[in-house]
């Protein structure tokens, strides 16, 4: 009996420490309430932000080359009000190539931090494309060599044109390769 009262009240006491322990902390559940998409189309491409939380927030994002940190194009920070998506006015970029965009959102009166940068990364950053992408080069009949079944010698004379003729120093004959005979002809030297 002083067991099983033991185990009860171990139980009871333990429950609200590993709740404690793995509870979510205290916006957590927001994580992806705001979150940024782009539309490409060509070298033009414009950038929403989307505010599923209750409060206005404040964002701000910028355009660097993929591979790169300089700076293209910084935008913000602005006020994003909750509800719909706020879509900000398309941008054109010079040069085709990839991009990024970095962004981060936050609340005066909260530490929720949403975003690519910041002390609260919630997202990557949204990686694009602008203009026509480099053609892929092209490789001849070379790229065509895994179709072909090299495992006999007729197949390897069907590759080849079918009939292979030779000339043997004076001798003169053919070799039927596809069929797999010898067609000796004259053999005269």
């Keep these: 009996m002083r067991n099983s009262v033991r185990i009860a009240m171990t139980a009871a006491c333990a429950a609200p420490l590993v709740a404690a322990v793995f509870a979510a902390p205290a916006g957590a559940q927001e994580t992806e309430a705001v979150t940024l998409s782009a539309a490409v189309a060509g070298n033009d491409f414009a950038v929403s932000i989307t505010n599923d939380t209750e409060n206005e927030i404040k964002c701000q994002w910028n355009v660097t080359e993929a591979d790169a940190d300089n700076i293209l194009v910084q935008v913000g920070p602005g006020a994003v009000q909750p509800g719909g998506p706020s879509v900000y006015d398309p941008v054109t970029l010079a040069e085709d190539g990839d991009y990024l965009v970095n962004w981060s959102c936050y609340r005066f009166d909260s530490p929720d931090r949403w975003g690519s940068e910041g002390g609260n990364v919630t997202a990557a950053p949204f990686a694009f494309t602008v203009g026509e992408p480099e053609p892929e080069p092209d490789t001849g009949s070379l790229d065509k060599l895994d179709e072909v079944d090299l495992g006999s010698l007729a197949d390897v004379a069907k590759f080849l044109g ?19 005979s010898i067609d000796s002809g004259s053999l005269a030297p």
């Design 162 to 180: 079918s009939v292979a003729e030779l000339d043997l120093g004076g001798l003169s004959g053919s070799v039927g390769i596809a069929t797999g």
